[in-house]
């Protein structure tokens, strides 16, 4: 079945810094989104990206849909602490349900 | 707006016994999907309805069983519980397969 690989698995940065993390499939998307859960709570939809090469963003957030369809990132820029959380990536192809990568952990260091 | 409902918020259930999770959305989405979460490993599929009437098998079905009646409700039953499927779960639904998922808040269960 298909498969996402997320890295990095957790980070720890400092207030102000940036961020960027990455998924990688193992077939070619037509979608891949953006998730952030915070702690007790449902993963929260933060950008959705339907074209290769779509950059689009969210306030201080910016995600892309890679090229080759089977890649996505997600920036983020002066971090805050309220960025803390668990990011996730997921995508899919067709008519499928979503695959999720196994999330990046972001603590931030005021 | 409600949009997705999960009870109980917890519960702590001893081996063996039955136990269902419920799951109402108001957004009169066609699809809808039960996860697991466990540290390290994510969000995994157990089951899924992609309309009304039909279910479907994720990636870790074994052990549960699931029903959608009608639109709004996507019920996960556990028949006998083990320990190993203490966990998080959360209900999610979506207008269409392809679309993005709208989360509940998840429920906690622990099976002693």
């Known amino acids: 079945g298909q498969q996402l690989n997320q890295s990095p698995q957790s980070m720890f940065i400092q207030e102000g810094e940036d961020v960027s993390m990455n998924c990688t499939s193992s077939?070619?998307?037509?979608?891949w989104l953006w998730y952030k859960q915070d702690p007790g709570e449902g993963p929260v939809l933060l950008i959705a990206?339907?074209?290769?090469?779509e950059l689009t963003s969210n306030g201080r957030l910016t995600a892309q849909f890679g090229i080759t369809r089977k890649d996505s990132f997600l920036n983020i820029s002066a971090s805050i602490p309220s960025d803390v959380g668990i990011y996730f990536c997921a995508g899919n192809s067709g008519n499928t349900p979503l695959v999720f990568g196994k999330g990046t952990r972001l603590s931030v260091i005021a | 707006t409600a949009g997705i409902t999960q009870a109980p918020t917890s519960q702590i259930l001893a081996a063996g016994r039955s136990m269902t999770l419920r799951c109402t959305q108001d957004m009169r989405h066609n699809a809808m999907y039960w996860y697991r979460q466990d540290l390290g490993l994510g969000l995994r599929l157990i089951h899924y309805?992609?309309?009304?009437?039909?279910?479907g098998k994720g990636e870790v079905p074994d052990g549960y069983s699931v029903s959608r009646a009608n639109t709004d409700d996507f019920p996960l039953t556990l028949a006998s519980a083990v320990p190993s499927q203490t966990s998080v779960y959360f209900c999610?639904?979506?207008?269409?397969?392809?679309?993005?998922?709208?989360f509940g808040d998840g429920t906690r269960l622990s099976i002693l």
């Open positions: 990206l339907y074209k290769a090469g």
């Open positions: 309805s992609n309309t009304a009437g039909t279910t």
């Open positions: 077939s070619i998307f037509n979608t």
């Open positions: 999610a639904s979506s207008v269409n397969t392809n679309q993005p998922q709208h």
